[in-house]
């Protein structure tokens, strides 16, 4: 059976951590990571009614979008909203993953999720982000250390690009050095010059674990002083945040309004801006987005949707010129949750996963 660790590692690789914002509280949240999970359940948000739901059904994993805390949380004693929502989890042993703004904008994820919904095409990212910075370190390794040192900087977190592990450029050559007084080489003698067979290896390794590298390498390396250099790379692009995409076809805001209500599921649907103006260029950030609609009137586009914005939003949207169209929060988000449900269900074919069903989008329509 599948322990949390393993539920959380597949997650940490789908939607990766590094890509939240930094404001975020991502992760695992609570709970053993050893502990086995053979039943999980994915939700917007921790609710009196999910914890009921999840405790009933005996789940041993909660994925849910929003984190617990956004911060820290002094006390958690049961005279707290806080502590009496968290103390059945805690009890039945139930562990709670967040993958929050990692999962809004990854590939699969949300954002791409509604894109896919409103039949947006030449999909891109709304305002990119580049990607963790990545070095190419470069040693000079004799023979016989050839096959050590490349393993132990493997094991370190080198050499890894895209979906493949362990990439490596290896180009043989001749290597000189002059021992002064006080050194002890390895290969030859001090006081002469020596010239060793050599491979000039090449691995890429993220920012994050550059310190580990290096350090694996002289560990694993034999000569007195290793010689290897250290090359920044250019940022990659990663994804970044938000989607902006087009329609098949020209329609007005409010039929695009409409199509929206229908593909989120929505109770109602309220925009702003004419209801005659066209529609083409579509921008798109799930839940409460109202910082991206400067980037989508950058981008030129004749509508933006989020869940929900603030009243001055609405108005900076009228004075742009842009259609706003907003379908609430939790209609923003929730077709995305029920999505990596049935990821998961692929991801771990013999335990059981579902979107709660006691989930509800706490606002109606009158």
Sequence with gaps: MPTVADWAGFLGDFAPLSTAA???NV????????SPCGRAMTCL?????????AVAECVELIVAHHPIFFKGAKNLSDGTPEGRLLHPLLKAGIAVYSPHTAFDNCPGGINDGLAERFRLKDVRTLRPKDAPLEYKLVAFVPD???A????????AGGGKIGDYEQCSFRTAGIGTFFGMAGTNPIVGERGRREEVAEHRVEIIVPEARLSAAVAALRATHSYEEPAFDIYPLKPKRSGGEGRIGELAETVSLRGFAGMVKGACRANAIQFVGEGDRPVKLVALACGAAGEFLQDAIRAKADAFVTGEA?????????AAGIGLVLPG???SERPGIEDLAERLKKAFPTSEIWA???ERDPLTSA
Excluded: K, M, Q
């Excluded at 992760?27 to 050893?34: N, W």
């Excluded at 603030?310 to 009228?318: I, Q, W, Y």
């Design 22 to 24: 930094n404001w975020d």
């Design 27 to 34: 992760g695992l949240l609570l709970g053993d990571r050893i």
């Design 45 to 53: 948000t921790i609710t009196p009614a999910v914890v009921a739901e």
């Design 144 to 146: 016989a250390d050839l």
């Design 148 to 155: 050590r040192v490349s393993d132990a900087v493997f094991a």
């Design 310 to 318: 603030r009243f001055h939003d609405c108005l900076a949207a009228e």
């Design 329 to 331: 929060h939790y209609a």
């Design 356 to 358: 709660s069903r006691a």
